[in-house]
């Protein structure tokens, strides 16, 4: 299938989903035919034409066919060599579905917010300020309720900028080495560890040192964590 | 003088949209005698040149659209360009989610929308509104954005149920997709 046929612009498109939304709902075109590499050659001879390459233009393009591609290499990639990775046809339909239709709502109530704008900005508001007696504080008319010369006095030593605190004497007191020793003796007794019932009492810079911790024991074999949902518990166990 | 002569020459003054009840509080009035006398004067002013509006939570006047463009060869402005698609999407995506970060609008857009955002605050439509949990700029609408586009205020958007397919659009969607998933390479 060429472009040429497609006969797709591809400048009017505002993303890949409205591009594929396009490309399913022809009649005529199947998305398995459709060759995204002629697209990709069209938009080359595009460029050529042009004679210099607007980089933003481009930058937007490869987005958009490279998001292309990987929603069509999921509903086209054999599903024997993977088979646990590999979503089923339907469910990456469904999802893909989910995702278009989301997007679809934010494109019409788009087109709708265009015509209110198309409509709005033929009013034109008053730009004028007001006239400065009416103004609730008027520069001119303000008074000094202090004498400038005793305020001056009062508060010129909060103005003067004091000088920078000596911080040399404090070092960093948490060392990945200790926090290793710590996990290496909690989990000795091959119990599982619950993070927040361990550390949680612990200082931010501690727990974040304690993670580095977990992942360089993760790393080497040592401990395997788990978290089953965003924010919720992690569980260590000793391997 | 009457009390819709009185609210006219208020709003005259203000450069700003004025609400119900600072109209009510200057004019020492209630407020169902405020909305009353705008009533009146949204009436009086249908065959003139300036018009009532109720944007962005409070009222103003405007000159009429149909001196639009005389008003822009008076005035020496531009014609304010049109959104892009991109832009309208995003706008469209914070009016509604907002406040909404980055990564949520480059997520339902499925294209990052840096470029969008950036002309959409540089032209006063949003504002940046501190961070999310997790650190992601987020953005909402200003009130230049309710003005501009003729919004009472954010309720007045329509329902956004309203842009959703019918069922049938969905269902053909749907048959559409999976029959490009059947039709895969052997």
Known sequence: MRPAELDLDLDVFAGPFD???????????????????????AYLEHVE???????EAATEFLVLIAS???LKSRLLLPAAEEEELQMAPEEAAEELLARLLEYRRYRDAAAHLAELFA???RYHYRSAPLPPVLRRVALDAARPAYDPDLLAASIGDLLRVPPKPDTSHIRPTVSLEKRLRVLRELLRSRRPLDFDES???????????????LLEMHKRGEATWEQDALFGRITIEAR | MKLEQVVESLLF???????????????????????????LLGTALADRGVVLREVAGGWTLASHPDAEEEARRLLAKPKTPPLTQAQAETLAIVAYLQPVSR????RIRGVSSESAIQTLTERGLIEEAGRSRFGAVIHRTTPLFERLFGLSGLDALPDPARFDPTPEDEAELRERLLTAGEQRTD
């Open chain 1, 19 to 41: 591009l594929l939304m396009t490309v399913v709902l022809r009649e005529e075109v199947a998305l398995a035919e459709v060759e995204l590499g002629e697209i990709v050659i």
């Open chain 1, 49 to 55: 034409e042009q004679g210099e390459l607007d980089l």
């Open chain 1, 68 to 70: 292309l591609l990987e």
């Open chain 1, 119 to 121: 409509a709005g900005r």
């Open chain 1, 199 to 213: 550390f949680g009492s612990e200082d931010k810079l501690t727990q974040a040192v304690t993670l580095f911790a």
């Open chain 2, 13 to 39: 003054l203000s450069p700003e949209p004025v609400g119900t009840a600072e109209l009510a509080e200057a004019c020492e009035a209630t407020e169902a005698e405020v909305d009353r006398a705008l009533d």
């Open chain 2, 103 to 106: 990564p949520e609008i480059a």
